[in-house]
């Protein structure tokens, strides 16, 4: 069309994520927001074309977070949350989206929150209200009464309202059509027993394997996929027997589990940068002390079994659990990923190419590709020697749009 809004990005390098390897001399064609052409500098530019040269550069696509909550602040932990009133986090959820955009994440899985409240940012930054990443909603994470994801630090004259706690595989059947209807593009399931949640063994399953079968079932036929939070063995095995597409956290996974994620293909989404900033700093943060004492059961153990996962050849992803350290601050999970394990491409494709497939989103989002939209980012230094460089991308685009123009 004449109209057409056609932007041409060139830089010196770019990392090709489903080629798993680094190309030079890349010129990258937008179009009305997607990805018309991936050609060489030199290659004919439409006239009319704004042009973007990244100079030394080094090309990547917009990163994925699979595992964040926009609407949570870790400095407010605990009993903290007791202070502000319930739309309050609508509103940390914004600042957070901007902060997670300007890192170079233009898609994320926000996996529970509150009132619908990741729907309404989702739509706040889709109608260009705010600037966030594009969000894959999940709404209010399903639960058992006393989980993890139920409310648990409060007596019985407390009663805090949350609408998808359930029982029964029918009332999980429920909760699931609940979601989608409201909004949910994802259904987030809390299996096991958490580090967070105050009075519960972190361990132990809470969901049977007639539930989560149910909620599978009833996901898949309407077409979400399931996410998984599980810490403990036999939750994490049920989950897995079920046809769960990706288990959260993963601590403890075993051999079997191992066995059971490359049969169904599922994959582990684990957050192993999060014992480092929950110990540095949350008691001064108000989490609870039972949770420091949850936390220094797993934590370890989590980065050991990340690395025997990717040792045994189960599908890995780039997931965070943004909200439990500070948002904005994602990419530093990117060098512990390496440091257990991982190849620097490996850990890209986490968060890029990978995180696409788990999401079923590739025709839109994970690699620069004809098609895709155009969500890029650019670091300075070469991020196959230095996971690191994607701490402080010096570009970033979402959907052809300048978010940071390089200086
Ligand atoms: N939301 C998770 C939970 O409360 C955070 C776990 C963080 N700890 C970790 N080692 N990954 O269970």
């Not at 233009?106 to 600037?131: C, F, K, M």
């Not at 949770?291 to 996962?309: I, P, W």
Request: glycine content about 10%.
């Amino acid at each position: 069309a004449a109209d057409a809004k056609t932007v041409v990005v060139t830089a010196a390098h770019m990392i090709d994520v489903l080629g798993g390897k680094r190309v030079d001399n890349p010129q990258v064609t937008i179009v009305d927001g997607r990805i018309t052409t991936v050609g060489r500098k030199g290659d004919a530019v439409p006239a009319g074309a704004d042009r973007v040269d990244l100079g030394e550069r080094t090309l990547l696509p917009g990163l994925i977070d699979m595992h964040v909550h926009l609407t949570s602040d870790p400095t407010l932990s605990g009993y903290r949350q007791l202070e502000f009133t319930d739309n309050f986090w609508t509103v940390v959820g914004v600042a957070n989206a901007r902060k997670t955009l300007d890192a170079g994440f233009t898609t994320v899985r926000n996996v529970g929150s509150a009132n619908y409240d990741d729907v309404a940012l989702n739509q706040g930054i889709e109608r260009g209200y705010v600037p966030g990443p594009r969000i894959v909603p999940a709404t209010y994470a399903l639960g058992a009464t006393g989980g993890h994801c139920d409310a648990t630090e409060y007596p019985p004259s407390i009663q805090v309202p949350h609408p998808q706690i359930a029982n029964t595989p029918d009332e999980f059947r429920g909760a699931v059509r609940t979601i989608r209807k409201y909004g949910a593009e994802v259904v987030k399931v809390c299996m096991t027993g958490g580090v967070l949640s105050k009075t519960d063994s972190v361990g132990a399953q809470q969901i049977s394997l007639a539930e989560i079968k149910a909620i599978v079932q009833e996901a898949h036929m309407l077409g979400m996929k399931v996410a998984v939070h599980a810490h403990g063995v036999e939750g994490i095995n049920d989950a897995l027997r079920a046809g769960v597409d990706t288990i959260e956290h993963a601590s403890l996974a075993d051999a079997e589990s191992f066995k059971l994620a490359k049969a169904s293909g599922a994959w582990f989404d684990m957050d192993i940068y999060d014992d480092d900033y929950i110990l540095a700093e949350g008691a001064k943060n108000g989490v609870f002390p039972e949770s420091l004492e949850k936390e220094r059961q797993v934590g370890l153990k989590q980065r050991q079994t990340f690395r025997a996962a990717h040792a045994a050849g189960v599908r890995m992803l780039f997931g965070t659990d943004g909200g439990v350290y500070p948002n904005g601050n994602n990419a530093l999970q990117f060098a512990k990923m390496v440091e257990w394990g991982m190849t620097p491409i490996e850990a890209i494709q986490a968060a890029t190419s990978s995180a696409a497939v788990a999401l079923g989103r590739t025709a839109d989002v994970g690699a620069i590709d004809r098609g895709r939209f155009g969500d890029l980012i650019a670091v300075d230094g070469d991020p196959l020697t230095d996971v690191r460089q994607l701490e402080h991308p010096s570009f970033v685009m979402k959907g052809g749009a300048m978010v940071i123009a390089p200086k």
